[in-house]
């Protein structure tokens, strides 16, 4: 089974509507981030958490909330859908100790916006 | 402020022959920098990481990188490619204050000609 998991893969909405990616981790990470990756831009970080109770913005945070339900799971909502928040969606986690700079990604969520 | 660019958006190798991809950053600190790949519709996987122990750093698959503080670079090569190299690479630059966030170049294609 895959350490980081994201769903749904895939996901076409309207403009407007509430939309929830969720991601769960199996590697007992503390620490869980959310970025997207539209072409030519490379990966941009939205939030992130550093535990339960510890969530941070990242560069581009306008737009979307997360919540933190537990250390396994970290969920992005986009509260009110719009276009240009088509991409590609992407969880990833990171440890404590010697490989705490190393983050691993899940398999990533395609969301479109009409 | 760390940055990293990753100098050619596409590059073309025929099948055999070496691959060069080429990436400098930015850093006010000791960085990390890391190499990921993603193929096509699938997540990011680490390819290697540089800490500041060996210059010279060994990844999967045969490809590795070497850090070069003077040129501030750490470009990824492989001696010979293969087809299934086919995908798109990603130099990261890591290790601001701590928070181990990440700054994503904009990626490299690389396409392989059998």
């Known amino acids: 089974d895959a350490d980081v998991t994201q769903t749904p893969r895939n996901r076409i909405t309207k403009t407007g509507k509430r939309i929830m990616l969720e991601c769960s981790q199996t590697?007992?990470?503390?620490?869980m981030y959310w970025y997207r990756q539209d072409p030519g831009l490379g990966l941009r970080l939205i939030y992130y958490?550093?535990?339960?109770?510890?969530?941070n913005k990242g560069e581009i945070s306008d737009g979307y909330s997360v919540s933190r339900q537990a250390q396994a799971k970290f969920s992005l909502s986009l509260e009110s859908a719009i276009p240009n928040q088509t991409a590609l969606y992407f969880c990833?986690?990171?440890?404590?100790?010697?490989?705490?700079?190393?983050?691993?990604f899940g398999p990533g969520t395609r969301l479109t916006v009409l | 402020a760390q940055s990293v660019t990753q100098l050619d958006s596409h590059v073309s190798v025929s099948e055999g022959t070496p691959v060069l991809l080429r990436c400098n950053y930015s850093?006010?600190?000791?960085?990390?920098l890391f190499w990921y790949v993603q193929h096509p519709n699938k997540g990011l996987q680490l390819l290697l990481k540089?800490?500041?122990?060996?210059?010279l750093v060994k990844g999967i698959n045969g490809f590795e990188a070497e850090f070069k503080k003077s040129e501030t670079s750490f470009h990824l090569t492989k001696p010979s490619a293969h087809m299934s190299d086919a995908a798109e690479y990603f130099c990261?630059?890591?290790?601001?204050?701590?928070?181990?966030?990440?700054?994503f170049g904009t990626g490299t294609r690389l396409k392989v000609l059998a």
């Open positions: 540089y800490t500041s122990a060996a210059t």
């Open positions: 958490s550093f535990d339960v109770k510890d969530i």
């Open positions: 990261v630059v890591s290790g601001s204050s701590g928070t181990y966030k990440y700054i």
């Open positions: 590697k007992g990470h503390d620490r």
């Open positions: 850093s006010s600190y000791s960085p990390s």
């Open positions: 990833a986690t990171s440890g404590r100790g010697g490989d705490q700079d190393t983050q691993y």
